[in-house]
């Protein structure tokens, strides 16, 4: 059974127009460019502040490291894709959750 909660959530989703962008190609491409912005291309200042961030090239793609500052190195590591990597830059959020969950576990 779905919860109200994801009901609503689902509602807003649709009044958004969200789907639609991803369902039409002709619209995809239309509006891509504003989903692409640079300056969403890298961590933003808050992230880089809480953590320390490293970039390096994989294949020709930007790879990112994340480590709590301070405190001694760990093994655990954590990995985080996010969604629509292909299409869509990395949103604050994503960079938000991904510093979060090395700051809140053992990885260094």
Request: with cysteine.
């Amino acid at each position: 059974m779905v919860s109200a909660q994801a009901k609503i959530k689902m509602a807003l989703l649709r009044a958004s127009g969200q789907k639609r962008f991803y369902d039409n190609a002709s619209a995809l491409h239309h509006r891509l460019p504003r989903h692409q912005k640079k300056s969403m291309a890298r961590p933003p200042r808050r992230v880089r502040r809480r953590c320390s961030v490293e970039q390096h090239e994989v294949n020709g793609f930007p790879c990112f490291t994340f480590r709590p500052r301070g405190g001694a190195p760990s093994d655990l590591h954590v990995l985080h894709l996010h969604g629509g990597g292909y299409v869509e830059q990395v949103e604050k959020r994503h960079w938000r959750y991904a510093a979060d969950l090395v700051r809140g576990s053992a990885a260094r």
